[in-house]
């Protein structure tokens, strides 16, 4: 949408658009799927978006997008154009479509530059209707990330969420440790604790 497509499949080859939003986006941990896909020609990136509608995601072990449009929050992703045979196939299972832990149904999306805002139709892969709204009510009505990144946020603070206790523990291993027999090291150090685990995100 706003950036360079790649790999563009063969346009002989029919095609649908999937708006992607967990860890099948670039530069988290499933993304290799989906350059495994583009390398064989099955699918291509057609840029970032944002959905027009909020919706809720619930962080379970895995980022669900919830059917209830107009709840949450506008959710940001990649659209991929994907061959309606083995792209689609490959996708359908690698999301629990067969057991019953995803649906795809329509959704949508504009540019997330908001240069271009002409909406775009396209499908997305929601948590099954089953037990969907049900996963929103008992998470509380919470929003599954502290940013509207899907699975970005989760993903990408877990390497930073240890820096602060690292420095911690590198600090008290160090030749300053008596330090701590004064109140402003202690005050130091319950703080970068605090941190480290979530507790005072300021």
Same mark, same amino acid.
């Given at each position: 949408m706003d950036e360079t497509s790649e790999h563009v499949p063969n346009n002989e080859t029919k095609q649908k658009l999937i708006f992607i939003y967990g860890r099948l986006k670039r530069g988290l941990s499933n993304h290799w799927q989906m350059a495994d896909l583009i390398s064989r020609s099955h699918a291509a990136f057609l840029g970032t978006c944002v959905t027009v509608q909020p919706y809720p995601i619930v962080r379970d072990g895995t980022p669900y997008l919830i059917n209830l449009p107009g709840r949450g929050r506008r959710v940001h992703g990649e659209l991929y154009s994907v061959t309606a045979d083995r792209g689609l196939n490959r996708l359908d299972y690698l999301v629990g479509i067969g057991v019953g832990q995803h649906e795809r149904l329509p959704i949508c999306l504009v540019s997330d530059t908001r240069i271009d805002l002409t909406e775009v139709s396209a499908e997305a892969y929601f948590a099954q209707r089953s037990f969907g709204p049900a996963l929103w009510e008992r998470s509380g &009505?919470?929003? %599954?990330? &502290?940013?509207?990144? %899907? $699975?970005? $946020?989760g993903e990408a603070s877990r390497g930073l969420v240890g820096l602060p206790m690292l420095f911690c523990l590198l600090w008290l291993s160090s030749s300053r440790r008596n330090e701590l027999n004064s109140a402003v090291g202690g005050v130091v150090v319950v703080l970068l604790i605090l941190v480290s685990s979530g507790c005072w995100s300021g």
């Open positions: &009505k919470v929003y %599954g990330d &502290k940013s509207d990144n %899907g $699975a970005e $946020a």
